[in-house]
């Protein structure tokens, strides 16, 4: 696998022991338990001596106050003490199955999945707001995972990122004339991470990782 491979250069410049350790990851909820988990796994099977945690959480967990080593984020932060790296772009479009595409094409209007009113603030969220601001949500839920999964059992048309639509053979690619933007995807680690292993070992294995699965994320499936 990529992050083997990866892993394997890396091995070759380290002793063992030097990845012995904690290395905290965090991501969003949807990125984390679909793609990332298991190639994480992978990573640990080859250094068993490397403590892995991976952190689902929407919410900005900070890397300062050392509650993660590493962030993956869908912006680029401002804070000038964090190393950010680019890891690929993150693709979005409207999804639904084939009999919503058939809807849309006889003129019917769109009925929508998104996400609740909690996380009316997501930038996803409010795009979707401002250019269907009279459009139904047949289907709510903060969870982005839950709404592919909602908008392949036919409840609606979702806006969903390339990456996750993938795992969803029902689901089929719409156009509502409005095209979503696309987002980029942010590796974060403290400046002194960089001196340690482990840390370097997991960054470096997750960037290989996102740049042979480019395909996966910035195109449509």
Not at 195 to 221: I, K, P
Request: net charge positive; charged share 25%.
């Amino acid at each position: 696998m990529a992050m083997e491979r990866a892993a394997q250069a890396l091995q070759e410049q380290a002793p063992r022991d030097a990845y012995a350790g904690r290395v905290r990851v965090t991501a969003t909820a949807s990125l984390a338990d679909v793609f990332l988990l298991p190639h994480l796994a992978a990573l640990q099977r080859r250094h068993p001596v490397l403590d892995l945690e991976l952190i689902a959480d929407r919410r900005a967990v900070s890397l300062q106050r050392h509650e993660a080593d590493i962030a993956l984020r869908l912006a680029r932060p401002q804070d000038g003490d964090l190393l950010a790296r680019r890891a690929c772009g993150v693709g979005l479009a409207f999804y639904g199955t084939a009999q919503w595409q058939a809807k849309i094409t006889q003129g019917e209007a769109p009925h929508f999945v998104g996400f609740d009113e909690a996380a009316g603030h997501l930038p996803e969220a409010l795009w979707l707001a401002r250019q269907f601001p009279r459009a139904r949500f047949a289907f709510r839920t903060n969870s982005q995972a839950g709404q592919a999964q909602a908008a392949a059992a036919g409840c609606g048309i979702a806006l969903l990122p390339h990456f996750l639509a993938a795992g969803h053979p029902a689901l089929c690619v719409l156009d509502l004339a409005h095209r979503p933007p696309a987002r980029e995807l942010w590796l974060l680690t403290r400046a002194d991470a960089r001196t340690d292993a482990r840390f370097r070992l997991v960054a470096d294995a997750l960037l290989d990782l996102f740049r042979r699965e480019r395909a996966l994320f910035e195109e449509v499936g």
